[in-house]
């Protein structure tokens, strides 16, 4: 269906199905849904942080935030650009060990450490993007995946800056100015805000003329080259954009997992953020929210054994990939358009 | 060298000028010398059997691929070596034989798309609503509006163009490449495949925009070349054959042959 297809993955993520209106085909929010959508996830942030009172449960939410932030780092490329960014979780890494490096080795602030982490990863994702963006499809893929291999063996062997296999712990004051995020509920407001912040500005980007020019280099390059689309530096700018976020979620997992060990650069943290976006759906910019929300709440709430974890998840990604390959909302899209169809028959 | 070409030359200014174009895919040659000069406002068709490098031409010609010898000038610039998305920036657009528009997209974010060159805000443009991306929006609306009205597809606006007619996918290409405004337009094989009435609205479309641009055809439907094309270049296993008015092309001894393959061994 299409001639300048990227990868099985990619392909089986867009939904191809004429019957099954794309979500990308139907016009974009507009700026009051937006407004009545943010002030819903406020709303529903500030019940939450408030009413439920287990700190477990807070503290696993404002990880899920963290996380869905790597998650919608993960959905620049691939619902943004069409790649699969196996190795995004170098920029993961980045910001875990920038907190951990920053704090426990060079005594800097938490701020200060997760500012440096972002300015690296940045540079980072401008250095590997110039190596690796020339190369589409599983071929890219591939070598980000080799790229977090060689991340996760230099964190494990520079023992003096990384603390090696043992890795890094015993974070001093884990604190967002005066806001302590060892305490749950401050460390889920500021994950839930930080996450939304983000949200709202994919919301911009997306509608900005370079949301249009990725949209227009993931469907069709060689006409988004043809209409004056530079394809190379949109896909350089979509990568450095990606990057931050990524290491934003990386360091704000620190205060939940209190150690930063090279399993962080794990291709398998990768795989957990692209079920999200799998899960919640691509092309919706809260898709990979809605995916998180789902990955860590559900497990928890039927005490999986993390293998059996993998067994239920991997069969929903093949189901949803057969039934509903935009993702979980697009069920939800057809099942109101059946509810309509059949009100008016 | 510029300044003396303009002062001495009163001719109709050149749009499209290719000089001995060679280009040689390894051991291959596909194009072999080939040279033509297109006016600004012609409508200009190339033609030849399959294979006989019309397409790496088509392609040298706008930018896509880079000739292993030979100059190309277009609109006075020589784009030998600049970046394709470069090219497309001097005003020059084309449609593709496959893959000519953007299939997940709705007509209307097609048209956007294709607009990308005029765009001038960013995202921080965006967010603040800044006075050029209303400017930018405003501008965009009001030539969507003129492209819809001109390819006839005002209705099929929020239509994903991946569902649409196959006709209608080329007249939507069209329109992607007339949301610039290009003063040249490159169509490949824009008949290909079509039926005799969506080919009959297409050679109309063509009619309607040609005015004030300059139009390079590559076809094999010789009714679009006749209704179209003031001149029309051959070329026949990469060697440029005759460029001369349709009628008389189509009646060269070389072209019959070619197509009829009369002397094939």
Redesign the interface.
Known sequence: ????STSAAVLAA??AR?GV??P??R?GPTSLSIWLLLGAAIAAIAAFGFAVSDPFIVTLAGYTCAFALFALSINIMLGGIGEVPLGQCVFFGIGAYGVGIGMVKLGLPFELSVAAALVISVAAAAALGALTLRLTGAYFSIVSWGLSGVAMVAATNLESLTGGPLGLFGFSALSVGPVLLTDPQSYFFVTASLLVAAVL?LV??R???????M??VR??R??????????TRVRLKAFMLSAPLAALGGALCVPYTQIVTPEVFSVANTVDGLLMVLLGGSQLIVGPVIGAVIFSIIPHFLELDPNVRILIFSSAIIAIMMFAPGGLHQLAVALRQRLRRDGHA | MHSRALSVSPAPAVAVRATDIVKRYGGVTALNGVSLTVTEGEVFGIIGPNGAGKSTLFDIL?G?TKPTSGAIEVLGRDVGHM????V??TGV??T?Q?????????V??NL??????S?R???L???VGSSSCRA?EQAFQERAREVLALTGLDGDR???A??LAYGVQRRLAVG??L??DPKILFLDEPAAGMNGRETADFIALIRAVAPGRTILIVEHDMAVIRELCGRALVVVDGRPVVIDEPQHVLRHPEVITAYLGADDE
């Open positions: 269906m299409q001639p300048s867009e939904p004429d209106p794309a990308a085909m016009p500005f911009a980007v509608r900005s003329p370079f949301g249009a020019a949209e227009s469907q069709n060689h006409l988004a080259q043809s209409v004056g689309v530079d394809v | 706008c896509i970046a394709p998305h470069a497309a920036r657009a084309r593709f496959r893959t000519a528009v953007f299939a997940d997209a709705t209307f974010e956007r798309y294709g607009r990308h060159a765009f805000h960013g995202v443009g965006r967010i930018d929020d239509r994903r991946g569902v992607v490449a949301m610039a």
